[in-house]
């Protein structure tokens, strides 16, 4: 079974900056297996989920537009670990940022990235951005 582990939340102010981390647990075969693609989504309060960044096993990004130039997906293969560094934030960035993994590559290569209907998720870590 894979976990995913979501850290690094906070409250900031805007135009300030917080990096999130998700590491990945579970047996080597399976983290393999569902992690083909991993990324963010987030939610707010009375509003949708909204796919924030995706990156595939070979490094290739993709970003929603209204991240694009702040945000920053990345991931560190030797220490399972899956970051977003999040620059330049604004207070409707605030939401509860959840990290997902697929193993599909039909699923990552979906129009709008896919990530919400990704079917591996952490507990989500809230990022809260005042005026």
């Known amino acids: 079974q894979v976990q995913l582990v979501e850290s690094g939340g906070g409250s900031v102010q805007a135009g300030g900056s917080l990096r999130l981390s998700c590491t990945v647990y579970g047996h080597t075969p399976s983290v393999h297996m569902v992690t083909y693609c991993m990324g963010w989504f987030r939610q707010a309060p009375g509003k949708a989920r909204e796919g924030v960044a995706t990156?595939?096993?070979?490094?290739?990004?993709r970003y929603a537009d209204s991240v694009k130039g702040r945000f920053t997906i990345s991931q560190d293969n030797a220490k399972n670990t899956l970051y977003l560094q999040m620059n330049a934030l604004k207070p409707e960035d605030t939401a509860k940022y959840y990290c997902?993994?697929?193993?599909?590559?039909?699923?990552?290569?979906?129009?709008?990235?896919?990530?919400?209907?990704?079917?591996?998720r952490g507990q989500g870590t809230q990022v809260t951005v005042s005026s």
């Open positions: 990156i595939k096993r070979d490094g290739v990004t």
């Open positions: 997902a993994a697929t193993g599909s590559p039909q699923l990552c290569s979906r129009s709008d990235g896919g990530v919400t209907d990704f079917g591996v």
